[in-house]
């Protein structure tokens, strides 16, 4: 009997001893479990989540153990793709001038570098839009397109004022025109692609982005470099960066559109952030001109003229004898005989203060309102004032 009794509870109280550090170890991995598997659910979805956005994760181990997580990303966008597809339309443009060596035999050099615009290729013939600077001078021009082709180009025509050329081109090997949209509708702050040459052929299909920071802006021209503006240009400002080899390169909007034709002839160069393009809507009249007929023939009077604000304002009265109710206008000195300023009479020193009504306060006044307002062969009215008299006569605009 006691031996029995001393058996039965020895295994009873080794049960005992194991049976409460079990219970611990259930409840302890119950709550590590309650606490991890949360975590580990979280994780799951969040690589899932990368996975399925077309993302991919790289873990780095630090020499300290911790974790680095790269994360490469698909930039594949509506704006990448437009960019892609415009690119191929914009060219390089190289002025290529003679000049004689040493034994008077002559040789070409690379006078400069610019970029430019296909907008038409039709029956085996490309035509180009660019900057008249760019072009300026080229006794030969060359077109390199995107895939480093180089086409040798014949200069159409090309206008001052405008700042535009056209180029024609052999168009075999083009495979991509701009589709050309329209100024009239651009706001300010929606974005602006500008995509050129900056600084050369090396850098050629440079993209810069930023936004239309201003439209209808006038900025003053002077073509002779005396310090005196003879036009005043309108156009788009925006501050995608525009460099030199700029010149000539598209301008779009976010569609792939072009709206306006970059210049850096009218950019401020000693300012940042501002940059200058023709309007797409005021350069297509010129575009199909100069395709047309090679030239753009403008409204012609027949006077060297100069703006009164030039003139001290003692020679107002001493000299030209004007009355104190005159606050602007242009003088007239010199006149080119049988033009149409001197058959309708006019003489050297008359002042001109009106066009068919509309006020001239100086010589841009008067440029916009013949070039923009005006045609060949239309009769003008023009008030002048001849040593104090006011006058008028009518002018029938001819051409240079």
Same mark, same amino acid.
């Given at each position: 009997?006691?031996?029995?009794?001393? %058996?039965?509870?020895?295994?009873? *109280? =080794?049960?005992?001893?194991?049976?409460?550090?079990? $219970?611990?170890?259930? +409840?302890?991995?119950?709550?590590?479990?309650?606490i991890v598997m949360p975590e580990l659910f979280r994780t799951d979805?969040?690589?899932?989540?990368?996975?399925?956005? &077309?993302?991919?994760?790289?873990?780095?181990?630090?020499?300290?153990?911790?974790?680095?997580?790269?994360?490469?990303?698909?930039?594949?966008?509506? @704006?990448?793709?437009? $960019?892609?597809?415009?690119?191929?339309?914009?060219?390089?443009?190289? #002025? $290529?001038?003679?000049? %004689?060596?040493?034994?008077?035999?002559?040789?070409?050099?690379?006078?400069?570098?610019?970029?430019?615009?296909?907008? *038409? #290729?039709?029956?085996?013939?490309?035509?180009? +839009?660019?900057?008249?600077?760019? !072009?300026?001078?080229?006794?030969?021009?060359?077109?390199?397109?995107?895939?480093?082709?180089?086409?040798?180009?014949?200069? /159409?025509?090309?206008?001052?004022?405008?700042?535009?050329?056209?180029?024609?081109?052999?168009?075999?090997? /083009?495979?991509?025109?701009?589709?050309?949209?329209?100024?009239?509708?651009?706001?300010?702050?929606?974005?602006?692609?500008? !995509?050129?040459?900056?600084?050369? @052929?090396?850098?050629?299909?440079?993209?810069?982005?930023?936004?239309?920071?201003?439209?209808?802006?006038?900025?003053?021209?002077?073509?002779?470099?005396?310090?005196?503006?003879?036009?005043?240009?309108?156009?788009?400002?925006?501050?995608?960066?525009?460099?030199?080899?700029?010149?000539?390169?598209?301008? !779009?909007?976010?569609?792939?559109?072009?709206?306006?034709?970059?210049?850096?002839?009218?950019?401020?160069?000693?300012?940042?952030?501002? &940059?200058?393009?023709?309007? !797409?809507?005021?350069?297509?009249?010129?575009?199909?001109?100069?395709?047309?007929?090679?030239?753009?023939?403008?409204?012609?009077?027949?006077?060297?003229?100069?703006?009164?604000?030039?003139?001290?304002?003692?020679?107002?009265?001493s000299t030209l004898n004007l009355p104190s109710e005159v606050e &602007?206008?242009?003088?007239?000195?010199?006149?080119?005989?049988?033009?149409?300023?001197?058959?309708?009479?006019?003489?050297?020193?008359?002042?001109?203060?009106?066009?068919?009504?509309? =006020? +001239?306060?100086?010589?841009?006044?008067?440029?916009?309102?013949?070039?923009?307002?005006?045609?060949?062969?239309?009769?003008?009215?023009?008030?002048?004032?001849?040593? &104090?008299?006011?006058?008028?006569?009518?002018?029938?605009?001819?051409? =240079?």
């Amino acid at each position: 009997m006691g031996y029995y009794d001393q %058996n039965y509870r020895r295994p009873h *109280k =080794q049960r005992g001893r194991w049976l409460i550090p079990l $219970i611990m170890g259930i +409840v302890i991995g119950g709550l590590l479990v309650f606490i991890v598997m949360p975590e580990l659910f979280r994780t799951d979805r969040d690589t899932a989540s990368l996975e399925d956005n &077309g993302t991919e994760e790289e873990a780095n181990t630090n020499d300290d153990g911790s974790m680095n997580q790269v994360v490469e990303v698909d930039v594949t966008t509506q @704006l990448t793709e437009i $960019i892609e597809e415009v690119t191929p339309s914009v060219v390089g443009i190289t #002025n $290529i001038q003679q000049r %004689n060596d040493f034994w008077e035999q002559q040789d070409g050099f690379e006078a400069g570098t610019g970029s430019g615009v296909i907008y *038409k #290729n039709e029956n085996g013939t490309a035509f180009v +839009v660019t900057n008249h600077h760019v !072009i300026e001078g080229a006794d030969t021009v060359e077109v390199v397109l995107s895939n480093d082709t180089h086409i040798e180009a014949e200069i /159409v025509g090309s206008d001052l004022f405008s700042d535009l050329a056209v180029l024609r081109m052999d168009g075999s090997q /083009v495979d991509k025109i701009i589709e050309v949209g329209s100024s009239a509708n651009i706001k300010v702050g929606e974005p602006a692609i500008a !995509i050129g040459n900056p600084l050369g @052929l090396y850098l050629s299909s440079t993209v810069t982005q930023g936004v239309i920071s201003g439209t209808e802006r006038t900025i003053p021209q002077d073509f002779n470099q005396d310090g005196r503006s003879d036009w005043q240009a309108e156009v788009i400002q925006t501050d995608a960066a525009i460099n030199p080899g700029n010149s000539g390169g598209a301008l !779009i909007n976010i569609y792939g559109q072009l709206v306006g034709i970059n210049s850096m002839k009218i950019n401020q160069e000693a300012v940042e952030g501002i &940059g200058f393009a023709i309007p !797409i809507d005021s350069a297509i009249p010129i575009i199909e001109e100069l395709e047309a007929t090679g030239e753009v023939i403008r409204p012609y009077l027949g006077v060297e003229i100069y703006s009164l604000d030039e003139v001290p304002h003692t020679e107002w009265r001493s000299t030209l004898n004007l009355p104190s109710e005159v606050e &602007g206008g242009v003088y007239v000195w010199n006149i080119e005989p049988l033009s149409p300023a001197d058959t309708a009479g006019i003489e050297r020193l008359d002042v001109i203060t009106e066009l068919d009504g509309e =006020q +001239v306060m100086n010589m841009i006044d008067l440029r916009k309102i013949l070039y923009q307002e005006k045609n060949i062969g239309d009769d003008v009215e023009i008030t002048y004032y001849r040593n &104090g008299e006011k006058s008028t006569t009518t002018i029938t605009l001819g051409t =240079q």
